[in-house]
């Protein structure tokens, strides 16, 4: 099994086979998510102080969140696939 890795912005990395929804933080179930996150302990904050636009959903139920936008995340999470299905 190959890891894949997403630039999620900032220099900051997370494992594509690990992500489970890649989503936009404006409504309340999501907030509430990002605060179960925040008191599980499992919340991982990748914005550099910058407005949260996307929220990274893992397996391990960790809640990541970036500045970039969740279309931007998930093109670079398909692009990584293809290129990896042209090297095979």
């Known amino acids: 099994m190959d ?11 997370v494992s594509a086979n690990r992500i489970v929804a890649i989503v ?7 907030k509430r998510i990002i605060g179960d996150g925040r008191e599980r302990g499992q919340l991982i904050d990748a914005t550099y102080g910058r407005r949260t636009r996307a ?27 293809d290129s990896q299905m042209r090297d095979n």
Do not use: C, M, W, Y
Request: aromatic share 4%; no cysteine; hydrophobic share 45%.
């Open 3 to 13: 890891i894949q890795l997403i630039n999620i912005g900032f220099g900051n990395i």
């Open 24 to 30: 936009s933080p404006e409504s309340a179930p999501i």
């Open 55 to 81: 929220v990274i959903i893992t397996d391990s139920n960790h809640v990541i969140l970036s500045a970039i936008q969740p279309e931007t995340v998930a093109n670079r999470f398909i692009l990584n696939k």
